[in-house]
Nanobody, 122 residues
Framework: EVQLVDSGGGLVQAGGSLSLSCAASGYVGCMGWFRQAPGKEREGIAAIFSDDTPTYADSVKGRFTISRDATKNTVYLQLDNLKPEDTAMYYC???????????????????WGQGTQVTVSS
């Protein structure tokens, strides 16, 4: 079974930046990032397909950038212009399939990272 290890979270002031990464132990197809704040539902925020085409939730579009290194089975998430409402546990996800019907829906993914905390202070 594929294991995902995500890292890179931390504490940053509003307007700052962070970089997250997620390494898969084996071959995967579509990869994505999700987040969950206390008391809120999990939110899909970004995903990337086999041709490196990204898709983003409206809440992060223009501020976050997803990318991948297919040779390393690794996906990255660059978080810029962070806001206090971005505070959450961030999780990477992956599936063997390259094309998902709804890549921002958690149920589409088979593998999950352990999560990394992002905290944005005002």
């Amino acid at each position: 079974e594929v294991q995902l290890v995500d890292s890179g979270g931390g504490l940053v002031q509003a307007g700052g930046s962070l970089s997250l990464s997620c390494a898969a132990s084996g071959y995967v197809g579509c990869m994505g990032w999700f987040r969950q704040a206390p008391g809120k539902e999990r939110e899909g925020i970004a995903a990337i397909f086999s041709d490196d085409t990204p898709t983003y939730a409206d809440s992060v579009k223009g501020r976050f950038t997803i990318s991948r290194d297919a040779t390393k089975n690794t996906v990255y998430l660059q978080l810029d212009n962070l806001k206090p409402e971005d505070t959450a546990m961030y999780y990477c996800a992956a599936d063997q399939r390259w094309l998902l019907r709804n890549p921002l829906l958690g149920q589409e993914y088979s593998y999950w990272g352990q999560g990394t905390q992002v905290t944005v202070s005002s």
